[in-house]
């Protein structure tokens, strides 16, 4: 396999030539991934030889990484004509929470394409790191850094291809928070797809899997019902929703760019009734929470790969016995 001849190249296999530092690696820091493994390299040579390999995964994939690209960027253009010039009214108003709903829907679903390699990996993974070939938390971290600048393009795509044809908020600043913002999704949509292909038995399952839940986030993200009509023992998962997060992301962003600006005229008069700072109130949002939402939304892509690695080392623990 390509990762064992990498890997055997940085460090001799035999344990009298192992280094002092991969000796005191044997168990220590990794006493949950395997308890009685000695790894053959340092955790640094790991990470560098799956670097590569990942990147060359992908290069061999290309098709369908170049489809998601080419993708994002007519599903990007499709959305910026349908709602091109979305104007400054109450019919506004709805455009944008749609289109941010889409949009959410679109980057979300989206990810799973990336589901077969995950599903294909994952037993070349289990029977490496149950070997000593490498860590697990090694791989993890090769595979989010290999992922990071892909998926930020992808952003960028999309961002540009919508952004300015809608007309949404003409500041670079809230640009550049919008691109973060798909940016920190597609990331989370990432590491949820990674969580389940390691926990689904088959492509079939995981789809399903993957179906199922996204579609319950979506429906208590507050779209279709508002949290204050949500039955109480149902109230939970709005909070664990993903979908909440990134749509108040979005709709802060852009309405705090739009305080003071209105939507809504009385009668046609000077009198306005509905104001940017109206829409966020009533829905429950305000500026200050820009970034509360991005920390949480961080957090849910930190949740799913601790989630992927506690799968993954019961997984390598029991194919042991």
Not at 23 to 47: F, G, H, T
Not at 227 to 253: R, T, V
Request: hydrophobic share 45%.
């Amino acid at each position: 396999m390509e990762i064992l001849k990498q890997l055997h190249a940085n460090k001799p296999i035999t344990p009298p030539s192992l280094p002092p530092s991969s000796q005191e690696s044997v168990i220590s820091p990794d006493n949950k991934e395997a308890s009685d493994v000695s790894y053959r390299s340092s955790r640094l040579d790991e990470i560098c030889s799956l670097y590569n390999r990942f990147w060359k995964i992908i290069y061999r994939t290309r098709q369908l990484l170049l489809t998601n690209a080419l993708e994002a960027l007519i599903v990007g253009l499709v959305l910026g004509t349908i709602y091109i010039n979305i104007g400054y009214d109450k019919e506004g108003i709805e455009k944008r929470f749609g289109l941010f709903a889409f949009t959410l829907t679109f980057l979300l679903s989206s990810t799973t394409e990336t589901l077969p390699i995950f599903l294909n990996e994952r037993p070349i993974l289990l029977r490496e790191t149950s070997s000593g070939v490498y860590r697990l938390s090694s791989y993890l971290i090769a595979n989010t850094l290999v992922f990071l600048p892909y998926l930020l393009a992808i952003a960028i795509i999309y961002s540009i291809s919508v952004y300015f044809l809608v007309g949404l908020c003409a500041s670079w600043q809230a640009f550049a928070y919008f691109v973060l913002v798909i940016w920190i999704i597609v990331l989370m949509a990432n590491s949820f797809v990674l969580f389940l292909s390691s926990l689904a038995p088959n492509y079939i399952a995981g789809t399903s899997l993957v179906t199922i839940l996204l579609g319950s986030f979506f429906l208590f993200s507050g779209y279709f019902i508002s949290k204050d009509s949500m039955p109480k023992y149902w109230l939970f998962m709005h909070f664990f929703s993903m979908y909440k997060y990134a749509l108040d992301a979005l709709l802060i962003n852009e309405y705090s760019c739009l305080v003071s600006r209105c939507f809504l005229w009385y009668n046609e008069t000077s009198t306005c009734m509905v104001t940017g700072a109206d829409v966020l109130q009533k829905k429950g949002l305000h500026e200050r929470q820009r970034w509360t939402n991005i920390y949480i939304l961080v957090g849910f892509f930190v949740f799913y790969r601790l989630l992927c690695l506690l799968v993954l080392i019961r997984r390598v623990s029991r194919s042991k016995k």
